[in-house]
């Protein structure tokens, strides 16, 4: 699947929930019933979450040349979706702002194509992971209206892999760190409330591990010798119930 696929993808996601959207401001002059009023003021409160996301990788080649003249560079060769799931901790600030903390689980991969720039030559390696992530959020909410409540989140999620496998073309190390933005919708329903979100997140760091103690292999050098760093990105649409 391309990345051209997947953002029209995400468009027509954000067009639906647009368009469900739509009719509930269309009837904004019309005051109705409101499911759940108070459970906005409550200090704490908590729920859960499932989602997919689309994992990403920004790869910095650096030209390397190797004593038979190859030059190799990296990229993603397509994305897999994955699954997340988690649980919800929501800490009430004041009418507009509350803290979230969010312990997550994300299983997914990357598919990382290796190719060499005269001979075409290819080499494929397949990164999974499995994230125990603590992102933790600062949510910023509008003014509700009937059954509806729009925000934006900003935040930060330090992560583990547990998954990560030596001897490999590349080596990933094992914590990262993810700066986040999301925006979603509170819809609140006779029992509970469910919350669409579409969330962003970037690695600042370099998770590339540059000295390979752990290969046997010697000719597998050349892959990280040709890269400086490696970093992650995510795009994970999830849906709450509190």
Not at 4 to 13: A, L, N, P, Q, S
Not at 152 to 172: D, E, H, R
Not at 199 to 212: A, G, M, V
């Amino acid at each position: 699947m391309s990345a051209r696929v997947i953002c029209m993808m995400y468009k027509k996601i954000i067009h639906i929930l647009l368009l469900l959207a739509l009719p509930l401001s269309v009837f904004s002059q019309e005051r109705k019933v409101q499911n759940k009023p108070y459970i906005d003021y409550r200090r704490l409160h908590y729920g859960f979450f499932v989602g997919t996301h689309f994992q990403d990788m920004e790869f910095v080649n650096n030209g390397f040349v190797t004593e038979n003249g190859e030059m190799w560079y990296a990229d993603i060769a397509g994305y897999s979706p994955g699954l997340s799931v988690g649980v919800l901790a929501d800490l009430r600030l004041n009418n507009h702002f509350s803290l979230r903390v969010l312990p997550t689980m994300h299983f997914g991969q990357n598919n990382v194509q290796l190719r060499e720039q005269n001979s075409g030559e290819v080499s494929r390696q397949q990164i999974k992971t499995t994230y125990i992530a603590v992102p933790v959020h600062v949510k910023i909410a509008a003014e509700r209206f009937n059954n509806y409540r729009p925000y934006i989140t900003v935040g930060a999620s330090p992560m583990v892999n547990l998954t990560v496998k030596k001897q490999k073309q590349l080596l990933v190390k094992r914590f990262d760190t993810m700066v986040e933005v999301g925006f979603g919708c509170d819809f609140y329903l006779p029992f509970f409330k469910l919350i669409p979100e579409l969330k962003f997140s970037f690695s600042p760091l370099n998770i590339l591990h540059k000295e390979r103690k752990d290969l046997l292999d010697a000719n597998l050098l050349k892959y990280t010798q040709s890269l400086d760093g490696m970093s992650s990105k995510m795009i994970t649409l999830s849906f709450y119930f509190e």
